[in-house]
């Protein structure tokens, strides 16, 4: 499950997930639990919906990123199960 709830539905059977859209293709399954996959999708629309942040609003800040990324980059990689863990580390 995706975290855009009109993408494709997936169905869980046991260790193997069955895409609605190829049902007779079976794919391990890899990434986040579905519980834990849907709390970072809710976390991640509030960052997005949050219009007043100090980086929407370009406030200097004295914090550091080593590898910047835009949140459109995180949804994109969620949804693709790119995360196994939810502090998302192997990103880095």
């Known amino acids: 499950m995706g975290c855009d709830s009109k993408r494709r539905r997936r169905e869980d059977v046991g260790d193997t ?4 859209s190829k049902k007779q293709k079976l794919m391990p399954m890899t990434g986040l639990e579905q519980t834990q996959k849907l709390l970072c999708c809710g976390i991640l629309q509030e960052l997005i919906d949050h219009r007043h ?18 949140l459109s980059t995180v949804k994109s990689k969620l949804e693709r199960d790119n995360y196994s863990t939810c502090n998302g580390q192997e990103s880095w």
Not at 17 to 20: A, D, E, G, L
Not at 54 to 67: L, N, T
């Open 17 to 20: 997930t069955i895409s609605s």
């Open 53 to 70: 942040g100090s980086v929407a609003v370009r406030i200097p800040d004295s914090q550091e990123v080593r590898r910047p990324m835009d």
